[in-house]
Structures are given as structure tokens and as C-alpha cells.
């Protein structure tokens, strides 16, 4: 249970994770307690990065009669706001850490640069990329993918509200089922919601495989990493 699996992950947190049962904003005992989870595996000598989501706070789609462009800047900003508050919350408990953005603020944190991350990662750093892709039409899901192929994690850990991936909405469906392991390719001809079509190719054409799992469960995110089943292991074979 101890061991870890993966040496170098990606985790990614949508904002909804962090918003906890307030829908919006921060549930900072929830925050608090993601980051306790960060804290474990970085003491087990796992390189962890993190991509943070904005849904929280902003999302394009929310800019009704606003052009998109802008509405997708505004949420990429969000992100921002979200990997501030881990970062300060990880750092009150002890661990180094790094924010590179992908959209230039480098009064408030490093611009990314791949090298950069990768040094940061091998020194034990945890590192939080914002401002998504950079790109508006994106989402942090493809963000997540895309710095997850750059800096040679070895898997994605899709942390959600929901405990896997289900052939139909759990929340709406009460018989619903849960898949232990699919493939990237069921998951396109299915059209099953685990991310976004963009991000699920990104991920099947360069092998990355994504464990879907809740972050509801207490110790989940080390569970994932130990190779322990938790969720649904999404992924080529
Ligand atoms: N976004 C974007 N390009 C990116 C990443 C994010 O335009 O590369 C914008 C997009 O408007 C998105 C918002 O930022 O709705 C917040 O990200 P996302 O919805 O992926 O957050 P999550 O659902 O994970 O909380």
C-alpha cells in the first residue's frame, strides 16, 4: 500500500473538486485535505504535478452573449486563482512547490518552461500549472494531457465528484455501472463524459493512461498512485 507505482503524476483537480459541497468557491477543509494527500506522496517520492480546473469560480460556457475568446481567458485567470490557494495551502504545510502559468504573470508566478518543470519535479517540487492550455476552445482536461505528455508523467489521476466512469450518469441513473478499465477508444465510440474528446485522444495517441477516481474517499489520491484499484483505469490495452 506504500509502495508507490508511479514515480512522476499528473494530477488533475477540476475546480468542482475544490469547491467541495459549496458548488462555488472553496471548501477549504477539502482543500486542505487534497493537499494532505499532495503532502503523503511527495514524502514517498513521488514527482507530482498538478493542473487546477476554474469551474468553480468561471467557465466559458457561462459567458452567455459574451464572445468566447474572452469568456475562455476569464476562465483560464480562474485557474490562476486556484492554483494560488494550493499553493499557499501546500506551502503552510511544508512543501515546496512551483506555479508556472501558461499565459505570462510573472509577478505572481513562473512562466512555463518545460525544463524548468521537469528540474523542479526531480528536486521534489510540487509543481501547479494554471491558465489551462493558454489557448481559448481548450480545457484544463487537454491542459492536463498536454503537460502530462511534456513532462513524461507516467499517468493522469482524474480526480472528480464522481467515484469512475459510469455508462450513464450516475446522479440521474440509479442503476448506473461503474467500468473498472476501459480503453481510449471505447471511451471515443461511446461518448462516454470522462474528459473531453480532445483530451481523451491526446491521451490514447501518446499513451498516457488516466485513473478516473473520487475524491470524496479519504486516501484515494495514494491509493491511485500505489496501484491499488480505485475508480477506472482508462488506457490503450
Ligand atoms: N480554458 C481555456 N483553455 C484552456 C483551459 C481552460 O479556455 O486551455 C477555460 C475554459 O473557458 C474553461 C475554463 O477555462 O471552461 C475553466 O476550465 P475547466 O472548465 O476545464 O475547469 P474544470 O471543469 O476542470 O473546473
Not at 218 to 235: E, Q
Amino acid at each position: 500500500m506504500t509502495t508507490p507505482k508511479y514515480k512522476r503524476v499528473m494530477l488533475k483537480l477540476s475546480g468542482e473538486a475544490l469547491a467541495g459541497k459549496n458548488g462555488y468557491g472553496f471548501d477549504f477543509e477539502v482543500v486542505q485535505r487534497i493537499a494532505q494527500e499532495i503532502k503523503e506522496l511527495v514524502e514517498m517520492g513521488v514527482q507530482v504535478g498538478a493542473v487546477v480546473g476554474g469551474g468553480n469560480i468561471w467557465r466559458g460556457r457561462y459567458g452567455a452573449g459574451m464572445d468566447r475568446t474572452t469568456a475562455d481567458y476569464m476562465g483560464m485567470l480562474a485557474t490562476c486563482i486556484n492554483a494560488m490557494a494550493l499553493q499557499n495551502i501546500l506551502e503552510n504545510m511544508g512543501v515546496v512547490t512551483r506555479v508556472q502559468t501558461a499565459i505570462e504573470m510573472r509577478e505572481i508566478a513562473e512562466p512555463f518552461i518545460r525544463r524548468k518543470a521537469v528540474r523542479h519535479l526531480e528536486k521534489g517540487r510540487v509543481v501547479i500549472f494554471a491558465a489551462g492550455t493558454g489557448n481559448p476552445y481548450f480545457s484544463t482536461d487537454t491542459a492536463a494531457a498536454l503537460r502530462a505528455a511534456e513532462i513524461c508523467a507516467e499517468v493522469i489521476l482524474l480526480a472528480k465528484n464522481v467515484d469512475g466512469v459510469y455508462d450513464s450518469d450516475p446522479n440521474l441513473n440509479p442503476n448506473a455501472q461503474k467500468f473498472d478499465k476501459l480503453t481510449f477508444q471505447e471511451v471515443l465510440e461511446r461518448d462516454l463524459k470522462v474528459m473531453d474528446s480532445t483530451a481523451t485522444s491526446l491521451c490514447k495517441d501518446n499513451n498516457i493512461p488516466i485513473i478516473v477516481f473520487g475524491l470524496n474517499t479519504p486516501g484515494n489520491i495514494k491509493r491511485a498512485v500505489c496501484g491499488d484499484m480505485v475508480g477506472t483505469l482508462v488506457s490503450n490495452s
